[in-house]
């Protein structure tokens, strides 16, 4: 399923969320936007999901205008910073949730629904934890419970706020290259906002880089940190390397907020 | 608590008893010296007596009118207190403070000037009274006036227990349970109502001790016709003004009785919330 985000503008009391993005997504591709906070990128996320809207401009899903279709009817899977998970409910009906709110004639039978939820748990690896409570769960595991039930409904686009955000450096390493690997089994066209540069730099095959409601650039890794179109984009990215290139032979200059990770990290 | 604090932060001994006596000694003059008080008068008479006075047809009917302005105004605050609680939580929109205000109208004004309220609206001297008499409506000194009057004053209690619940759980599971194409019945009870459901609880308890127990504004618009629109506490009333005093402490044990059940209820509904995975510390709204 390809996105195409088409001159999209949203004001907020007092300040311009967005002015006249335009952004093309291909089927299967794996997004980053990144920037600084207030940039926009959540706003844009949540105007594609349909849970904000937009003042102008169209967001298409293959070429369909999605503007006057509700959230629930657009098929995506949403991933919140915070999980958002089903306080009263298990891991198990968390993930069950979008299955079993279909109405009656769409609805899988039970077994079926057994099936997928444990299918999906085996995928996030959290098999053991299907009666445990979220509030049973730590944060890396909530996460992943949240990207589960996303997954549950097979959406055409995943969409995924800040998913690391609220997670301790190491676990947010960890699932941030189990997410690529995710995506490059299911191949899902995927949206990710995030602020952090080598987030965005690892995961990512495209990068938009945005700055006070406008795209600075968008390019590949390689392209937006080699070769950086706007002074923004090259203060921004230009403390960070390459993660998968010749990190070695960058300069590495210390990250705005560096963890010990950061400079913990061996070259590969 | 089993863990006594260290000594460096606790207070002397005799601080700590002189206090603990003092909170008791008040509780026991201002609580339970009246409790005893209305069972030991109710009882005065033998047990027959006390029956008697409960069974006795104004007594009866002023109970069954209790009931129904109970029935008729917790579910209608229910309504009203969840949209109202929803629509404050979960939306932004022009003149949400002055709703918060108004909604809190009824714990502001006294009891009587909300029954003269709607004396002044609907009386026969009010801005509805010559219409309403044209076509033969009694609302002043008949059961709709005690309904309203009642809706009136327990209008806050249920809003005002969701409105810090429904805002401390903000819409990130609502809008989770859009993405996953739930629709807004479904989201509300499937979601929504689970979350809130102890507070709801919790409010329709205090509501309903409320409705039952009102007298200032009931008083103002019952015009205390007796088996017609004399409601329980108003009943008490008329029966101790007139000497009565077994049959006014024996009406007004059920009221008492109506106090402990809601105090067990409210006790029990805090401990399950508490217990509740996950659930939110509730505030008590007065």
Not at chain 1, 211 to 236: D, H, K, L, M, Y
Not at chain 2, 15 to 38: E, N
Not at chain 2, 86 to 103: D, M, N, R, V, Y
């Amino acid at each position: 399923m390809s996105i195409l985000i088409d001159n999209v503008s949203k004001h907020f009391v007092g300040f311009r969320a967005l002015s006249h993005v335009s952004l093309e997504i291909p089927t299967g591709g794996l997004v980053a936007l990144l920037g600084p906070s207030g940039c926009g990128k959540t706003t844009l996320l949540r105007i594609v999901a349909g849970l904000d809207r937009q003042d102008s401009g169209r967001i298409l899903f293959d070429g369909d205008d999605m503007s006057r279709i509700h959230t629930r009817d657009r098929r995506v899977g949403f991933v919140f910073q915070h999980y958002a998970l089903f306080r009263h409910m298990t891991v198990f009906d968390n993930v069950a949730f979008g299955l079993t709110v279909r109405p009656r004639r769409l609805r899988p039978g039970a077994d079926e629904i057994n099936a997928k939820v444990c299918e999906l748990l085996t995928l996030v690896q959290l098999e053991g934890l299907a009666q445990r409570y979220p509030s049973q769960l730590s944060g890396g595991q909530r996460q992943r419970v949240a990207l589960a039930r996303a997954l549950a409904v097979n959406p055409k686009v995943l969409l995924l706020d800040e998913p690391f955000g609220a997670l301790d450096a190491r676990v947010r390493k960890e699932l941030r290259r189990w997410l690529r690997q995710l995506h490059d089994e299911l191949h899902v066209t995927s949206i990710f906002v995030t602020h952090d540069q080598d987030e965005a730099l690892e995961v990512a095959d495209t990068v938009v880089v945005m700055n006070a409601g406008r795209i600075e650039q968008i390019g590949s890794p390689v392209e937006v940190c080699e070769a950086p179109a706007t002074p923004f984009v090259r203060e921004f990215l230009g403390e960070v390397s390459l993660p998968r290139a010749e990190a070695a032979t960058l300069v590495r200059l210390p990250a705005k907020t560096p963890s010990p990770e950061v400079f913990g990290r061996a070259a590969p | 608590m089993k863990h006594r604090l260290p000594s460096t932060v606790s207070e002397p001994a005799p601080v700590r008893w002189t206090l603990i006596g003092i909170a008791l000694a008040f509780v026991i003059i201002t609580l339970v010296l009246p409790l005893a008080l209305v069972l030991s008068q109710a009882l005065a008479g033998g047990v027959r007596e006390f029956w008697g006075a409960l069974a006795e047809p104004d007594a009866q009917a002023a109970l069954r009118l209790t009931l129904t302005a109970a029935a008729i105004a917790v579910p209608a605050n229910l309504v009203f207190g969840v949209c109202a609680a929803w629509s404050i939580a979960k939306f932004e929109f022009k003149g949400k403070q002055l709703l918060l205000t108004l909604i809190d109208l009824p714990f502001a004004v006294s009891p009587v000037i909300s029954g003269l309220i709607y004396v002044l609206l609907f009386g026969l001297q009010g801005w509805f009274g010559p219409w309403l008499a044209a076509h033969d409506i009694k609302i002043i000194f008949a059961v709709p006036g005690i309904v309203l009057a009642t809706v009136f004053v327990t209008f806050p209690f249920i809003a005002r227990e969701l409105i810090p619940v429904m805002q401390e759980q903000g819409t990130d599971e609502e809008e989770a349970a859009a993405t996953l194409g739930a629709g807004g019945w479904q989201t509300f009870v499937r979601v929504t109502l689970p979350n809130i459901k102890w507070a709801l609880l919790y409010g329709v308890v205090l509501c309903n001790a409320r409705a039952m127990g009102e007298f200032g504004a009931v008083s103002v618009v019952s015009g205390h016709i007796r088996g017609m629109t004399n409601t329980l506490p108003l009943h008490v009333e008329i029966l101790y003004n007139e000497y009565n005093a077994v049959a006014a402490f024996s009406v007004a044990s059920l009221l008492m009785l109506l106090a402990i059940v809601t105090l067990v209820l409210k006790t029990w509904i805090e401990g399950r919330a508490h217990r509740q995975v996950g659930a939110p510390v509730m505030e008590t709204v007065r």
